[in-house]
């Protein structure tokens, strides 16, 4: 079955640090991929995706992400977080056949001003 | 700016009975969907929607599960016997197209705990 793998479950930053969250998963074929985020007390929103093309994608509020085939990766970035970024970051992957994202654990990000 | 709607956002309930947890889904979209998440675990795919039919369904989503889009508008998740590991916050989720290509939009949640 397909697994998603967020290896930083706690991250802790000031503001203007840059972000690297780590997303790995299992899954072989084509994927979709996606970056979701839950800012405290709201619901999850979709940060980007993945489907095909740029593997550098871009999203909102500066946030970027790179699918790499080779290493079943697909890590968000940002090169200068600020406070209003503390949230959490769920990545999904959805494989080809299914569509239904297959989400990872979550990385809870906290940003001191 | 539509967008999906869950209730109650809190609900607390004895083990051994049943709740019922209701999504409005965004009016225009096609497909529901519900995942759970317990307490500092994943985010967990229980049931796809689509059609007045389940689509897809995990190994979560056992006999003590069931969802029904009773009026056209709400997407109800009914727990019918809870058990203490039912406890989870349950997403509701709604998209206009397939799943995995359409963005999925989510509901705040439904933080059920069951005693």
């Known amino acids: 079955a397909q697994s998603v793998s967020q290896h930083n479950h706690h991250v802790i930053l000031s503001e203007a640090a840059s972000l690297e969250l780590g997303c790995n998963y299992s899954?072989?074929?084509?994927?979709?991929l996606f970056w979701y985020v839950q800012y405290p007390g709201q619901h999850l929103q979709l940060l980007l995706k993945y489907f095909s093309g740029d593997p550098l994608v871009k999203g909102i509020k500066g946030f970027e992400a790179e699918f790499i085939k080779s290493k079943f990766s697909f890590n968000l970035r940002k090169p200068s977080v600020q406070w209003s970024d503390t949230a959490e970051y769920f990545c999904a992957v959805g494989e080809g056949g299914s569509y239904i994202p297959t989400f990872g654990r979550g990385t809870s990000l906290i940003v001191h001003p | 700016e539509p967008e999906v709607t869950q209730t109650p956002s809190h609900q607390v309930t004895q083990m051994g009975q049943e709740v019922i947890l209701r999504c409005v889904p965004i009016s225009n979209h096609l497909y529901f969907y519900w995942y759970r998440q317990i307490l500092g675990q994943k985010v967990e795919f229980l049931v796809s929607f689509y059609n007045n039919e389940i689509s897809e369904k995990s190994e979560i989503f056992d006999d003590q599960f069931s969802v029904e889009r009773p009026d056209g508008s709400n997407f109800t998740l009914k727990i019918r016997s809870t058990k203490l590991e039912d406890s989870a916050m349950y997403f509701c989720a709604s998209s206009e197209g397939l799943p995995g290509i359409s963005e999925a939009f989510f509901g705040q949640g439904t933080r059920l705990t069951v005693v």
């Open positions: 899954y072989g074929g084509t994927v979709n």
